[in-house]
Nanobody, 122 residues
């Protein structure tokens, strides 16, 4: 499966962005999907994940209550709605897919899309 993440940009603190992860090549609904981010000089970190059915979600504590992950299986797309953005949310955001249950561990994912830059100005 090929993934493409888009929707990043520059936003002021307190603002919102909606990232999308579009899939092609195979039935996306068979895969759990996760969002991860990496800021300059820092390790990649888990942001959010959603089960193949869309019924189960997980969030990092740092984004819980501000970010919402969802999926539109009919359009082979997973979204990450990011509200109340903070400067510390600035990073390159990437989506990833895996067969089986959703996971917070990046190395457990089989497919990755290229990242999209999110910059939050304070």
């Amino acid at each position: 499966v090929q993934l493409q993440a888009f929707g990043g940009g520059l936003v002021q603190a307190g603002g919102s962005l909606r990232l999308s992860c579009s899939a092609s090549g195979r039935t996306f609904s068979d895969y759990a999907v996760g969002w991860f981010r990496q800021a300059p000089g820092k390790e990649r970190e888990f942001v959010a994940a959603i089960s193949w059915s869309g019924g189960l979600t997980s969030y990092a504590d740092s984004v819980k209550g501000r970010f919402t992950i969802s999926r539109n299986s009919g359009k082979n797309t997973v979204h990450l709605q990011m509200d109340s953005l903070k400067s510390e949310d600035t990073a390159v955001y990437s989506c990833a897919a895996k067969i089986g249950t959703r996971s917070r561990i990046g190395d457990s994912y089989d497919y990755w899309g290229q990242g999209t830059q999110v910059t939050v100005s304070s």
